[in-house]
């Protein structure tokens, strides 16, 4: 089995969704809508699984969504387009939305996510709602 561990304080990695790469000035400047930064204590990835495992203090940033995320653990799962964030989660997202939670899994595909709190507790959320800029008119019969 193909796996690499590598113990720096912090560590980053820059992958693009589905394939781990290398950063490089033309990743780091372009516009690439998959590309995600992930910052941790340690991180893991098994190339035949397509699994990759950050512990410790994790920071992800997900520039073309807008979204700043921390927890204790993530796994991206490759092959699955899953992302598993677990232990004290926080998302934030560039127009002030939040979400507080134990765990959040979020399906890359979909661009859906389920949030599930700690036992006895509850997911919190901020949400900035849009408001219509026009007046609306009450129903008349």
Do not use: C, H
């Not at 995600?36 to 512990?55: F, K, P, R, W, Y």
């Not at 765990?103 to 389920?114: G, K, M, P, Q």
């Amino acid at each position: 089995m193909t796996n690499w561990l590598i113990k720096l304080l912090p560590l980053t990695v820059l992958f693009a969704i589905g394939t781990i790469v290398p950063p490089s000035n033309a990743q780091i400047q372009g516009n690439d809508d998959r590309l995600i930064t992930i910052e941790s204590d340690t991180q893991s990835a098994d190339n035949i699984t397509g699994v990759v495992t950050a512990l410790g203090n994790v920071r992800i940033v997900y520039p073309s969504r807008g979204m700043v995320a921390t927890s204790r653990q993530a796994q991206y799962f490759s092959k699955e387009a899953l992302l598993i964030l677990s232990g004290d989660v926080d998302v934030v997202q560039e127009d002030g939305n939040t979400i507080s939670a134990e765990s959040i899994t979020y399906n890359l595909d979909d661009e859906r996510a389920e949030a599930n709190p700690s036992s006895g507790q509850q997911v919190q959320s901020t949400l900035l709602l849009n408001q219509n800029s026009s007046p609306q008119t009450p129903l008349t019969p």
